[in-house]
């Protein structure tokens, strides 16, 4: 079956410093690979997301590319700020099929950026 | 706000009652998932609904059932309550049009979660 595995947390950064959660996943066919992000005591939103191979998603400085070699869809930003503090997860979604749509999440990655 | 909204946000109830979440989508979205988070668990896909139609059925116990309305709200009903469900319940809605498919545009909105704590 599908599948995402994040690298685990927490992580704990200096505001400035450069942030990399890992994302690798497994899927049949050619899923759609999100990031969504929930900050304390919300709902998750989307932060940014991938349809195809090398497909580079980016939105509020983050950044990843859809890699369908390593299979995988880490998630950059160059510098992170205290605002960035939250729960970060990887998603897939299938294409096709009667449950086209659903999302399979990663376990999460708690991230906490001190000043 | 992300258009979808759930109510009640908290629930305190004792083991052995019954519960009733409610979702109303994103205005025009048609399907409607459920997903349950705990600590332990993480995020697990429960079901989803599409134009009232039940799609998709994931780590769904028995004793939870839901359906969607012809308005397209959606209703979550856990009975028989136990302490391990003490839980977020989150809904999402996405469009899940014809149009849509395939092209990765189906991006699911969540709601801000309904927490529910069984004692």
């Known amino acids: 079956g599908n599948s995402v595995t994040q690298m685990e947390g927490p992580v704990t950064l200096s505001e400035e410093a450069f942030l990399t959660i890992n994302c690798t996943y497994t899927?049949?066919?050619?899923?759609?690979l999100f990031w969504y992000v929930q900050y304390p005591g919300e709902g998750l939103q989307l932060l940014l997301k991938?349809?195809?191979?090398?497909d580079k998603g980016s939105n509020k400085g983050f950044e990843a590319t859809y890699r369908k070699e390593t299979t995988s869809f880490h998630l950059e930003k160059g510098s992170v700020q205290v605002s960035d503090s939250a729960v970060y997860f990887c998603?897939?979604?299938?294409?096709?099929?009667?449950?086209?749509?659903?999302?399979?999440f990663g376990q999460g990655t708690i991230l906490t950026v001190h000043p | 706000d992300s258009g979808v909204t759930q109510t009640p946000k908290h629930l305190i109830t004792a083991t052995g009652q019954r519960v009733t979440l409610r979702c109303s989508p994103r205005?025009?979205?048609?399907?409607v998932y459920w997903y349950q988070q705990s600590l332990d668990q993480g995020l697990q896909f429960l079901i989803q609904?599409?134009?009232?139609?039940?799609?998709a059925k994931g780590n769904i116990l028995e004793r939870f059932s839901a359906q969607q309305f012809p308005d397209l709200h959606s209703e979550l009903n856990l009975s028989s309550l136990e302490l391990g469900d003490s839980a977020l319940y989150f809904c999402?809605?996405?469009?899940?049009?014809?149009?849509?498919?395939?092209?990765?545009?189906?991006?699911?909105?969540f709601g801000a979660g309904s927490r529910l704590t069984v004692l």
């Open positions: 991938a349809t195809k191979a090398d």
């Open positions: 205005s025009g979205d048609l399907s």
């Open positions: 609904y599409y134009n009232g139609e039940e799609r």
């Open positions: 899927a049949t066919g050619y899923p759609s």
């Open positions: 999402a809605s996405s469009p899940n049009t014809r149009a849509n498919r395939g092209s990765g545009a189906n991006v699911l909105t």
């Open positions: 998603a897939l979604s299938r294409a096709g099929g009667t449950s086209y749509g659903k999302l399979t």
